[in-house]
């Protein structure tokens, strides 16, 4: 039984030069202590349908257009502020994306860390203060009993990445939703923070959102994929089968993006062209334009394509020109 199963979610954007429908119809689930990945460009729309899930995005311009995403026998597209106070940051815990500007600078990480604790779990100022000391050390902050009153600039990169895996999992949510965590860290640094959330969920049971744009990290991290493009997923499957089988041409070029695939001394290959303008409207395949189709390959799609069910789990987008090289 998922803990959360999103279907048909849209979200849309309004804006001087028209409507962007940043997420145009996604579905998946979420299942307790898997880590289901979501992976794509930047610009793909990964941020915003996670965001839309806890209405965080801003209302205007942003809209929620429609869709379901069932947890805890709630809609929680459906929910008003106030009831959605009560999810976030307990319920569902969320890494943001760039841990240098998502902590309060002006605030000591003790303030920050015990807020969750007061407000959801109603403790004491001191109670809270000795569960935000015991986090700390549960994700490998040294010293913590000294560290915690340090204000964020006091912290390397990685270590303010460690705070907000702890200010995240603090309330032991049932989802955590990692936004792109390692992004702004150096690779050693990365490898810590990906084994801490894999620790940490395994400890918890907690079910994993893992939004990246690194197919290599995705490898590491995820027993389910979902790969986004413009607005909408155009290939999924568990991690094993996706790459091993990749269908999609999209699927197909970022697995060549990956420079650990490259041949030494070879050009890096990056995929040509850019992403669609979302906001002047996507009709048919949205990857048309960057597909490297061999000369007789089929069209491409000219209405918008569902997915279709190509073997157990493993769902494509029904476009024969994406489809070409493999079916």
Not at 26 to 37: C, Y
Not at 111 to 127: V, Y
Not at 156 to 178: D, F, K
Request: aromatic share 6%; charged share 20%; proline share 7%.
């Amino acid at each position: 039984m998922p803990v959360l199963e999103v279907k048909d979610l849209k979200t849309s954007f309004y804006t001087r030069d028209g409507v962007v429908k940043a997420v145009d119809g996604i579905s998946f689930s979420v299942e307790a202590g898997q880590t289901v990945g979501i992976v794509g460009e930047s610009g793909s729309g990964k941020s915003v349908a996670c965001y839309s899930l806890l209405q965080l995005i801003p209302q205007p311009p942003g809209r929620i257009e429609g869709g379901t995403a069932l947890f805890d026998g709630l809609d929680l597209l459906s929910l008003s502020e106030t009831e959605m106070r009560k999810i976030r940051g307990e319920k569902i815990g969320l890494i943001f994306q760039d841990p240098m500007t998502s902590l309060n600078p002006y605030l000591r990480i003790s303030t920050q860390l015990i807020e969750p604790l007061q407000i959801h779990r109603g403790l004491g100022k001191t109670e809270a203060l000795e569960k935000a000391i015991a986090e700390l050390d549960a994700v490998g902050i040294p010293d913590p009993h000294k560290r915690i009153h340090s204000y964020p600039h006091e912290f390397s990169g990685g270590m303010r990445q460690r705070v907000m895996i702890a200010m995240a999992l603090i309330t032991r949510p049932e989802i955590l939703i990692a936004d792109e965590p390692t992004t702004a860290l150096d690779v050693t640094i990365q490898r810590q923070v990906l084994d801490l959330i894999k620790t940490r969920q395994e400890e918890l049971g907690t079910a994993v959102i893992f939004i990246t744009h690194d197919l290599a990290v995705v490898s590491e991290v995820c027993d389910y994929v979902n790969v986004m493009y413009a607005g909408r997923f155009v290939e999924r499957a568990d991690v094993k089968t996706l790459f091993s089988e990749p269908k999609h041409a999209y699927t197909r070029a970022l697995q060549r993006s990956i420079p650990a695939m490259q041949t030494k001394g070879e050009r890096l290959y990056t995929i040509p062209g850019l992403p669609p303008n979302l906001s002047a409207g996507v009709s048919g395949c949205a990857f048309a334009p960057r597909c490297e189709l061999p000369t007789d390959a089929p069209e491409h799609a000219q209405k918008s394509p569902p997915l279709i069910e190509v073997s157990p789990s493993h769902w494509v987008q029904d476009c024969p020109g994406c489809l070409s090289f493999s079916l």
